[in-house]
């Protein structure tokens, strides 16, 4: 079952939700409208709060949890991610906040109490270190992640059309009557 209970907190998914049957999301999990969750993705929000923004694709083999609260850090590290933000296959993502329009690559790991505003790439198999806050309009890439440079206006339009693009496939797979949360 792709959608579990953690105590007395379930997921709340939005209209038009897609969670592929393979796909775990665990407690406290607030899936904004069109977003989709894919195979064999981890969305683990037991001991603190996940928020998916509206049309955000989350994509295979994704995992994504977040830090505990404690008395130092009363708020811990939920995560958060904004809205036309494309999450890549086996990326890795804990306690991060992300803003719109970005696109986080292929085997990232995103590391708690990173902010990464809206519209930034981080580019495949990228490492960001805790704590890190990146700026906006920029490519990152490497471990640790480094600015490299602007984004183009290509990239930056591509980075909506991403998320638009997996809001179509997720309409084409609920459309095809394939199992489904």
């Known amino acids: 079952m792709p959608l579990a209970t953690y105590l007395d907190a379930a997921p ?3 209209e038009r939700v897609y ?20 195979c064999n993705t981890v969305l683990r929000g037991d001991v603190n709060d ?3 923004g509206r049309c ?3 994509q295979d083999f994704a995992m994504c949890h977040v830090s505990h609260r404690t008395p130092q850090k009363p708020q811990g590290s939920p995560l958060v991610i904004g809205d036309y933000v494309t999450i890549g296959h086996s990326a890795l993502l804990h306690g991060c906040r992300i803003g719109n ?20 790439m981080v580019g495949a198999g990228s490492l960001v270190s805790p704590r890190s806050t990146l700026e906006s309009g920029y490519l990152y890439v490497g471990r640790p992640a480094m600015r490299v440079r602007p984004l183009t206006e290509a ?3 591509y980075l909506r059309y991403s998320a638009e693009h997996y809001v179509r496939v997720k309409d084409n797979y609920s459309t095809s009557r394939v199992e489904q949360a």
């Open 12 to 14: 709340v998914l939005a």
């Open 56 to 58: 955000t694709n989350i």
């Open 50 to 52: 996940i928020e998916i």
């Open 155 to 157: 990239e930056i339009a």
């Open 19 to 38: 969670v592929h049957a393979s796909a775990q999301v665990i407690g406290n999990v607030r899936l904004g409208a069109d977003a989709s969750v894919w």
């Open 101 to 120: 329009e970005c696109l986080i690559g292929m085997g990232s790991i995103i590391m708690d109490d990173v902010v990464i505003p809206d519209r930034v």
